[in-house]
């Protein structure tokens, strides 16, 4: 019999590893890849949200496994690694850096340098922390995917956001490097970059004053659902896509920032003023 075989889709019955699944975005990324028929280890800095993932997902009749990791810390994320191998039926094929936490409401040389190394540490550091330890594994499988989950304030410039902003824009560079240096190694990388998805990043972060406000109502009225967010984003990483960018908000701040770079960045301060003084 002759033909040719559809190569297998990255994110079906995948061996995953997904960091923050104990929340949001993250517990979202875990349901949805056990749906597809995936072992999904779950892992995030509380062992309690993460073990209820896992919960959620053997209800549904799903494999699944928790584990605690604090991703800023290397020595954690390598344990995490060496837990996978003892604990997925096979080889790591998919890995989900996802551990974040929000930091907002003040301006440059107003946030604390001590919210600046939190950010950094798990938003930047967890995701490098990630893309050093599995990326070796799943070059030497030479298949599977990594998908980091950055945000639009990758490139969006939001003021008030500067720690916030300054980790997802690494986490960009990071995930269009990692793909460059993976091209032709069957191993693909997704950057998720969305606006406002309805998760409890405001409740879980260090977002003060108007801006924490802000968020909140932005989030309800406007936030998608991490669920469809974290559906989307396997489908574009089994497509081979290095962007997803879920939102028409966030495409059209993309090409804005792109096509009329000084006027955008004049543009993103007077909306940003306006919607906190609309709060009063
Ligand atoms: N919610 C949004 O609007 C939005 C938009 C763009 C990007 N994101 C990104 O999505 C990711 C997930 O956030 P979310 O919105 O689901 O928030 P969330 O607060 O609901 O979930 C975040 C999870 O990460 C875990 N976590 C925090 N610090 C950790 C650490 N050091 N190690 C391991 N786990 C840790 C938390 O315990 C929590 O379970 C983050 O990277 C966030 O920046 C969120």
């Not at 209820?52 to 690694?81: H, K, N, Y």
């Not at 490098?128 to 969006?156: D, E, M, Q, W, Y």
């Not at 989030?219 to 896509?241: C, E, K, W």
């Not at 495409?251 to 770079?261: D, F, G, S, T, Y």
Request: hydrophobic share 45%; glycine share 12%.
């Amino acid at each position: 019999m002759f033909g040719i075989r559809a190569p297998k889709k990255t994110s079906t019955a995948a061996n995953a590893v997904v960091t923050g699944a104990g929340s949001g975005i993250g517990r979202a990324f875990a349901l949805e890849i056990a749906q597809r028929g995936g072992a999904v280890l779950c892992s995030d800095i509380n062992l309690e949200s993460a073990t209820e993932t896992v919960q959620l997902i053997e209800q549904a009749g799903g494999q699944a496994w928790a584990c605690r990791c604090d991703v800023s810390q290397l020595a954690e994320v390598e344990a995490l690694a060496a837990k996978a191998d003892e604990l997925l039926p096979a080889s790591v094929d998919l890995v989900v850096n996802n551990a974040g936490v929000g930091v907002g409401g003040q301006p440059i040389g107003e946030v604390s340098i001590d919210d600046w190394k939190w950010t950094l540490g798990i938003n930047l550091w967890g995701v490098i922390h990630g893309c050093h330890v599995f990326t070796p594994r799943l070059r030497k499988l030479g298949r599977g995917g990594i998908i980091n989950v950055a945000s639009t304030a990758s490139f969006s410039a939001a003021p008030l956001m500067g720690p916030y902003n300054v980790t997802k824009a690494g986490a960009l560079a990071l995930s269009e490097t990692l793909s460059a240096e993976l091209a032709g190694t069957g191993v693909s990388v997704t950057a998720l970059c969305p606006t406002l998805v309805k998760t409890n990043i405001n409740a879980n972060g260090r977002i003060v004053g108007d801006s924490s406000k802000l968020l909140d109502r932005l989030m309800s009225r406007l936030g998608m659902s991490a669920q469809r967010v974290a559906r989307d984003t396997l489908n574009a990483l089994d497509r081979g896509d290095l962007y997803v960018m879920p939102q028409f908000d966030a495409r059209m701040i993309w090409r804005a920032k792109r096509l009329i770079p000084r006027t955008y960045a004049g543009a993103a301060g007077l909306i940003s003023r306006f919607g906190t003084s609309r709060l009063h």
